[in-house]
């Protein structure tokens, strides 16, 4: 007589196959992504080693007259250091902005599972490449900037393969909280960059790349053997990327304008639609065209408004940890420990955001309200932020999580919606260059923060604060609009309910 199966294994299989697949598929781009941002934090982290106050080291072992720069990196021991640092990050992010632009277009064209993998493979090579420098003994500024280039032009192949295979499998239900979890692995990769790199950057700062290097080249070794690009290819369900129809009528009798995520019919009379329904059977759709997907309604504002999102979220990720060794005087590795709780604090903002949004369903207005919060708090830390350990702790936490709160939904669960809207007539192509649209604008802000962040501490850090304020005002601006339409919206159906 055979036995009962044990309790686990009920368990197991009281799970439908598709859950399966949709949670390897979860997982795996996690780990992935995870591994590109864990790969972009040692160069925060190891700044403050190439340009270090050598004075706390004692005297010169080379008798050299010079005592404040003797152990300091060449080219790096030079009064304009900050500016030296802002090319790199600027190196690395406007070549990422560049590219964004580009690779959403081939991303839509090739194999996810290809693409996504060989950006990896080249990404873990340039990391690796730039710590190579310390054991080469490399003191030339343009070899760093080449490699940060390249690497900048590589990594783009991550975010618009990840969210679209993420979009392939994942409908419209909860995507805002099931995205914002998964969106953690930002901040994730972020706080593993900063321990990883913290643990040798005292001694050995090469290995602060080298390591990061070989994690993404081997995460995407695994990535090549098992992602899945369709659920079709493994015969699991597609999901729904939109309302039923009957839940459709209902949102007819209240479309609240073409601004929205939700648009009239009329709006989507004009936009282009790529494919024609008479070959969907036989051809499949194609990708959609820049200009097209420009015209979807919503991109543009979105697109704008993360510019200046990332501009404040990556200014904390290249300067923070210098910002908190020059004004509460810790260590190099301490700072970085430090600087991962602004990351915490991003985890949690992201889930908030994804949850409040999707209960609401203004996407809009959840990134205004966080972004309206996010600049006196920003104020505020500059201002009692290093006033005790305690504090900086609390206020590091509050101001990731409505720093990057925005900044995620916008892109996941946004990118997502806008990149399978009604009026691409179920068209999923358009998702990669939706995405790189946003993400690649949202770069340019990402270009920006780190660069001005260079050349304005040099009078103070305060005007760096007055610039991330001046910012986040600017993002929610770009956003009232929709946020209007929202808001007007909730106001007309909630007078209908009471009539």
Same mark, same amino acid.
């Given at each position: 007589?055979r036995?009962?199966?044990?309790?686990?294994?009920?368990f197991?299989?009281?799970?439908?196959?598709?859950s399966?697949?949709?949670g390897?598929?979860?997982?795996?781009?996690?780990?992935?992504?995870?591994?590109?941002?864990?790969?972009?934090?040692?160069?925060?982290?190891?700044?403050?080693?190439?340009?270090?106050?050598c004075?706390?080291?004692?005297?010169?072992?080379?008798?050299?007259s010079?005592s404040?720069?003797?152990?300091?990196?060449?080219?790096f021991?030079?009064?304009?250091?900050?500016?030296?640092?802002?090319a790199?990050?600027?190196?690395?992010?406007?070549?990422?902005a560049?590219?964004?632009?580009?690779?959403?277009?081939f991303?839509?064209?090739l194999?996810?599972?290809?693409?996504?993998?060989?950006?990896?493979?080249?990404s873990?090579?340039?990391?690796?490449?730039?710590?190579?420098?310390?054991?080469?003994?490399i003191?030339?500024l343009?070899y760093?900037v080449?490699?940060?280039?390249?690497?900048g032009?590589?990594?783009?192949?991550g975010?618009p393969?990840?969210?679209?295979?993420?979009?392939?499998?994942?409908?419209?239900?909860?995507?805002?909280?099931?995205?914002?979890?998964?969106?953690?692995?930002?901040s994730?990769?972020?706080?593993l960059?900063?321990?990883?790199?913290?643990?040798?950057?005292?001694?050995?700062?090469?290995?602060?790349?080298?390591?990061?290097?070989?994690?993404?080249?081997?995460?995407?070794? !695994?990535? /090549?053997?098992?992602?899945?690009?369709? &659920?079709?290819? @493994? +015969?699991? =369900?597609?999901? %729904?990327?939109? $309302?039923?129809?009957?839940?459709?009528?209902?949102?007819?009798?209240h479309s609240?304008?073409?601004?929205s995520?939700?648009?009239?019919?009329?709006?989507?009379?004009?936009?282009?639609?790529?494919?024609?329904s008479?070959?969907?059977?036989?051809?499949?759709p194609?990708? !959609?065209? /820049?200009?097209g997907?420009?015209?979807? &309604?919503?991109? @543009? +504002?979105? =697109?704008?408004? %993360?510019?200046? $999102?990332?501009l404040?979220?990556?200014?904390?990720?290249?300067?923070?940890?210098?910002?908190?060794?020059?004004?509460?005087?810790?260590?190099?590795?301490?700072?970085?420990?430090?600087?991962?709780?602004?990351?915490?604090?991003?985890?949690?903002?992201?889930?908030?955001?994804?949850?409040?949004?999707?209960y609401?369903?203004g996407?809009?207005t959840t990134?205004?309200?966080?972004?309206?919060?996010? $600049?006196?708090?920003?104020?505020?830390?500059?201002?009692?932020?290093?006033?005790?350990?305690?504090?900086?702790i609390?206020?590091?936490?509050?101001?990731?999580?409505?720093v990057?709160?925005?900044?995620?939904?916008?892109?996941?669960?946004?990118?997502?919606?806008?990149?399978?809207?009604?009026?691409?007539?179920?068209?999923?192509?358009?998702?990669s260059?939706?995405?790189?649209?946003?993400?690649?604008t949202?770069?340019?802000?990402?270009?920006?923060?780190?660069?001005?962040?260079?050349?304005?501490s040099?009078?103070g850090?305060?005007n760096?604060?007055?610039?991330?304020?001046?910012?986040?005002i600017?993002?929610?601006?770009?956003?009232?609009?929709?946020?209007?339409?929202e808001?007007?919206?909730?106001c007309?159906?909630?007078?209908?309910?009471?009539?």
């Open positions: 007589m036995s009962i199966p044990a309790p686990g294994i009920r197991l299989r009281s799970f439908p196959r598709d399966w697949y949709r390897l598929i979860l997982l795996l781009t996690f780990l992935c992504y995870t591994s590109y941002h864990l790969s972009r934090k040692p160069i925060s982290i190891v700044k403050s080693q190439l340009h270090y106050n004075s706390l080291r004692g005297a010169n072992p080379n008798n050299d010079n404040t720069t003797w152990c300091d990196w060449k080219p021991d030079q009064d304009n250091y900050k500016e030296l640092f802002g790199l990050d600027n190196a690395f992010l406007v070549a990422y560049i590219g964004m632009y580009i690779s959403g277009i991303g839509e064209r194999p996810l599972r290809y693409y996504l993998s060989g950006g990896m493979l080249l873990g090579l340039f990391t690796a490449l730039f710590g190579l420098g310390y054991y080469w003994q003191h030339y343009w760093f080449i490699i940060q280039v390249c690497n032009l590589v990594q783009t192949t975010w393969s990840v969210v679209t295979c993420v979009g392939n499998w994942f409908g419209k239900g909860k995507r805002g909280l099931i995205m914002g979890i998964w969106n953690s692995h930002t994730v990769g972020n706080i960059g900063s321990l990883i790199a913290g643990a040798w950057v005292s001694q050995a700062w090469g290995l602060s790349f080298i390591v990061p290097g070989i994690i993404i080249a081997v995460m995407g070794v !695994i990535c /090549f053997l098992f992602l899945i690009e369709y &659920p079709e290819d @493994v +015969e699991c =369900s597609p999901p %729904l990327h939109h $309302a039923s129809s009957e839940e459709k009528g209902l949102e007819a009798e609240i304008s073409d601004g995520l939700n648009v009239s019919n009329h709006s989507r009379e004009n936009i282009i639609v790529p494919v024609e008479s070959k969907e059977s036989t051809e499949g194609e990708a !959609i065209s /820049f200009f997907a420009l015209r979807i &309604p919503g991109v @543009v +504002e979105f =697109s704008f408004c %993360l510019l200046f $999102a990332k404040v979220s990556y200014t904390f990720l290249y300067w923070l940890p210098l910002y908190i060794v020059n004004v509460a005087h810790f260590s190099a590795k301490k700072a970085g420990d430090m600087s991962t709780l602004f990351d915490v604090g991003g985890i949690i903002g992201g889930i908030l955001a994804g949850l409040i949004s999707d609401t369903g996407r809009a990134c205004c309200v966080m972004l309206i919060l996010a $600049a006196p708090m920003l104020y505020l830390y500059n201002y009692i932020g290093q006033n005790g350990l305690a504090t900086s609390v206020m590091l936490i509050i101001c990731g999580g409505l990057n709160g925005p900044y995620a939904l916008i892109t996941t669960a946004v990118s997502a919606d806008l990149g399978t809207h009604e009026c691409l007539q179920g068209n999923a192509k358009a998702l260059t939706v995405t790189a649209i946003i993400d690649g949202g770069s340019v802000g990402a270009a920006l923060g780190p660069l001005l962040a260079g050349l304005i040099q009078s850090w305060d760096v604060f007055y610039m991330l304020i001046t910012a986040d600017l993002a929610c601006l770009l956003l009232s609009r929709l946020m209007y339409k808001i007007r919206g909730w007309g159906c909630y007078a209908r309910k009471r009539g």
